[in-house]
Every structure is written in structure tokens, then in C-alpha cells.
């Protein structure tokens, strides 16, 4: 006895005529005797017949003179092809090879632009003329001056600027700045480092034309440095 | 002894057809192998024999497992071109018709999927023939026909066509290749690079779908 669960289960390898002889007949008396299963095998042979049976389509055009015609093409052009040819064709590990030849150099060119770039700019409080970063020159020079010490005397204003009205003009905020006097005791520059530097702008030309008696090392004159800080300030009598 | 003359005779008639078939058989294979061994030297003739041979399957089971003849056009184009480009790998383990089976199905099965990518809000364009289409098939019915079968075939064709297309890819591949094409499911096997074991099982599968597809013909109830 046989099921009809089994029976539809086997209905395809039973078309097919894949069963064995026992199995085969035990299907096919089953088909007989059991109406259900009996209309599904006739319903199951008709859909497959009538998709056997149905017509073949076929193409309006010849596919064969659209691949002739394609061919053509690549043939034709394959001479051209051959000299147009990528390098990476003839040399397919080229490629691969390049990536890790790019990374290196990628890396070597960042360390580079990094390397080169200029230093950040230190935060300026001064307006330094372009000709005091020119190359130093030798020790108690103007391009290199000494600062006052032990073995420096200071230089001693031999004339002054009348700067009384220009200080008296300032504002509250203090004028910090250097002054280099030549060996001759010219000065050689006046340089503002700290304060506003247009109400600076006159007192700076004023200080430029003092006369100084140089300093000096071991008896000779050298150029000197000098930072003075000028302000505007109000003097009281003591409270008494 | 008339009658065991009579069986002699059917016996030898039987042994002198199986060898003709063979030799049949052998003329085929040796055709086939001939004819790819030409298109391997670029024998341009040779191939246009070949996909002469073979365009009339291709177009069909392309046109069958998409249901767009237009779709169906561009693949069988692309087959044999890929026919053509890797003959040199083909190594004659399966026949040419099979190896090119198996081209033909890949084909449509990387066309569906790029038709699904490219186009998700529309439903793949298939419901069946166009009218040029079924036309074409008017003009070559067998033998002479009437109006009213000229439109029952046509509207058979109709049906299982829009069946088939209510198939998973799969189910409509294995079918195509067993109930259309003829192929056994060792073939088809070969084919789609499946165990016979698993051609057998989804046949079956597969003809039950189509059945259920059918259910509301009268030829299938």
C-alpha cells in the first residue's frame, strides 16, 4: 500500500521512467485505483505537454549576421587595439605592483611638504623691518648687536629727542621697544616690540634721530641693544 | 521457423540500426569537434556555421527564460560572442550544445539581475509574446489551420508562456531544458553546474508550479 502523499511525491520520476519496476507499478495502480491522484497525474502530464508543444520563438533577424557584424568590428579594430593596448594588459601584475610603489611614494612626498613647510609664525608683538632677519653679522656689529653687561658699557644719550610732547600724547598703554646705537652712535634702528604702533609711529621717528655716545667692549666701540619701555606716567607728591 | 527467421531478421534489423545510429552518433560528435577545432584556428566560415547551427535554440531559450524577445536578441548576441571568445577553453567533456546551454542560461540569468538592479520600480517587461512574435509563430503552424486553431494556438502559447514567467528563474531554467530542449537531467546537470540529484528534485518542484500555473486551463484541470 502506498500513499497518495508519496505517490504525488513520485509522480515526476514516474514520468520521467526513473523508478524502479516495483515502485513504477505500485504508482501506477495507485494512479488507478485513487481518482484524486489520478486527475493530478493527468493534470501534471497536460501542463508538461503543453509546454512541450508549445511553438519555438523565433528572432525576427538573424542573430547570426549581428555577431558577424560584431566580430567585424573587433577584428578590424584589433590592430589598433594591439598598439592602444594598456600596459597593465600585456602586464596584468603591473598594476598590483604599482599600489603599494604609489603608497610609498605618497608617504615620502607628505613627509617632505611637512618637513619644508615654513615654521608657524611665532605670535609677533613687534613690527620688525625686513632687514633685521638679513644675515648676522659679526658680534657688536649692527646687524649683531651686544647687549649692555660686565664687559659692555652702556651708551649714553649724548643728544636727546624731545619726546616730551610725543610721550605725553600716548595713551595708558606702555611703549616697549629696542633701539640699536651704532658704534658711531648713530642709531641704527628704532624697533617697536610692544604697543599700539600708530600712536608709537612719531616717538619712534623722534628716537631715531638721537645721538648716543657708543658703547663699548675692551675699549672699542660696538653696536648696542637697548629695550627701554616708555609710558605716560603720573607722578603724585606723597600724601604726608 | 518462420517465425524464428522473422525474429532473426528484426534482431539483425535492430543490430544494423543501432549502428547506424552510432555512427550517427559518431558523425555528430566528430562534426562538432571538426567544426570547433576550425573556429579555434579563426575560421571565420566555421564560426557562422556554428552559431547558424545553434541560433534558433539560443534565441529560444533566452526569448522562453525572459520573455522579452528584444532582451532575448541582445543576449543570444552576447553568447556567441562569449562562444566565440573562449571556444579555447572549452574542453569537450559536455557537447558544444550543452556548454552553450549553460552560456545561454548565465547570460539571462545576468541580465535579469541587472534588469532588477537598474529597474526595481518596474516589473521585469515580460508578459509574453509580442505581437510580431506571435505572428511569427502563426506563419509556421504545422500544416493548414483554420482561424479559430490559428487563435486557440496562439492563445495556448499565450498561456504558457505568462505560466512560465511565474516560475522562479530556476524552475523555468530546468524546465526549459528538460521539457523543451530534451535534455536529460544528467545534461542539465552539466548545465548548471548542479548534482543530478538536485535537477531531479527541482524538476519535480518545477512541474508541479507549472501545473498550479495551469490549473485554470481546460486541458489541465
Redesign the interface.
Given at each position: 500500500m502506498i500513499t497518495c502523499r508519496r505517490v504525488r511525491r513520485r509522480l515526476s520520476a514516474y514520468m520521467d521512467g526513473d523508478l524502479e519496476a516495483r515502485s513504477a507499478h505500485l504508482v501506477a495502480a495507485h494512479l488507478d485505483a485513487c481518482p484524486e491522484c489520478g486527475a493530478r497525474w493527468r493534470s501534471l502530464r497536460a501542463a508538461v505537454e503543453m509546454l512541450a508543444e508549445a511553438p519555438r520563438l523565433e528572432c525576427r533577424e538573424r542573430i547570426s549576421s549581428r555577431v558577424r557584424d560584431r566580430l567585424d568590428v573587433e577584428i578590424r579594430s584589433a590592430g589598433l587595439a594591439l598598439v592602444l593596448r594598456p600596459t597593465w594588459k600585456a602586464r596584468p601584475l603591473i598594476l598590483p605592483s604599482l599600489v603599494p610603489a604609489a603608497a610609498v611614494l605618497f608617504v615620502a612626498l607628505g613627509v617632505a611638504f611637512t618637513l619644508d613647510r615654513d615654521p608657524e609664525p611665532l605670535p609677533t608683538v613687534a613690527t620688525r623691518g625686513a632687514e633685521s632677519w638679513g644675515p648676522t653679522g659679526a658680534s657688536g656689529t649692527e646687524s649683531n648687536p651686544v647687549f649692555v653687561s660686565s664687559e659692555v658699557s652702556a651708551p649714553r644719550v649724548r643728544t636727546a629727542a624731545p619726546i616730551g610732547d610725543l610721550v605725553t600724547a600716548l595713551g595708558d598703554e606702555p611703549i616697549f621697544l629696542e633701539t640699536v646705537v651704532a658704534r658711531d652712535g648713530s642709531v641704527s634702528t628704532v624697533t617697536l616690540l610692544g604697543g599700539d604702533s600708530q600712536q608709537a609711529g612719531p616717538l619712534l621717528e623722534a628716537l631715531r634721530h638721537e645721538r648716543f655716545e657708543p658703547g663699548r667692549r675692551h675699549g672699542r666701540p660696538v653696536a648696542v641693544s637697548l629695550y627701554r619701555l616708555i609710558s605716560r606716567t603720573d607722578v603724585h607728591a606723597p600724601v604726608t | 521457423m518462420s517465425k524464428g527467421a522473422g525474429t532473426g531478421e528484426i534482431a539483425m534489423a535492430a543490430r544494423e540500426f543501432a549502428l547506424r545510429s552510432a555512427e550517427a552518433l559518431a558523425g555528430v560528435n566528430s562534426f562538432e569537434g571538426g567544426l570547433v577545432e576550425q573556429c579555434r584556428r579563426g575560421d571565420?566560415q566555421a564560426?557562422?556555421r556554428l552559431?547558424?547551427l545553434h541560433?534558433?535554440m539560443?534565441?529560444?531559450l533566452a526569448?522562453?527564460l525572459l520573455g522579452d524577445?528584444e532582451e532575448?536578441?541582445d543576449v543570444?548576441?552576447e553568447v556567441?560572442?562569449q562562444v566565440?571568445r573562449t571556444l579555447g577553453r572549452f574542453e569537450g567533456r559536455s557537447s558544444l550544445k550543452t556548454w552553450i546551454y549553460r552560456i545561454v542560461v548565465n547570460q539571462s540569468r545576468n541580465r535579469r539581475r541587472w534588469w532588477r538592479r537598474r529597474r526595481k520600480d518596474r516589473s521585469f517587461p515580460l508578459d509574453a509574446?509580442t505581437p510580431?512574435?506571435e505572428a511569427?509563430?502563426a506563419e509556421?503552424?504545422p500544416g493548414p489551420e483554420g482561424p479559430q486553431e490559428r487563435l486557440e494556438?496562439r492563445e495556448?502559447?499565450r498561456?504558457?508562456?505568462s505560466?512560465?514567467l511565474r516560475l522562479s528563474f530556476e524552475h523555468r531554467a530546468v524546465?526549459?531544458l528538460r521539457?523543451?530542449e530534451g535534455l536529460s537531467?544528467e545534461e542539465i546537470a552539466g548545465a548548471l553546474s548542479l548534482p543530478a540529484g538536485t535537477v531531479?528534485s527541482r524538476?519535480?518542484r518545477a512541474?508541479?508550479a507549472?501545473?498550479r500555473?495551469?490549473?485554470d486551463?481546460e486541458?489541465?484541470?
Open positions: - | 571565420a564560426f557562422a552559431v547558424a541560433e534558433g539560443v534565441f529560444n526569448a522562453r524577445p532575448a536578441r543570444a548576441q556567441f560572442l566565440y509574446l510580431s512574435d511569427r509563430l509556421r503552424a494556438r495556448r502559447a498561456a504558457v508562456q505560466a512560465l524546465l526549459l521539457e523543451v537531467c531531479k524538476l519535480s512541474r508541479e507549472l501545473r500555473a495551469l490549473a486551463r486541458e489541465v484541470r
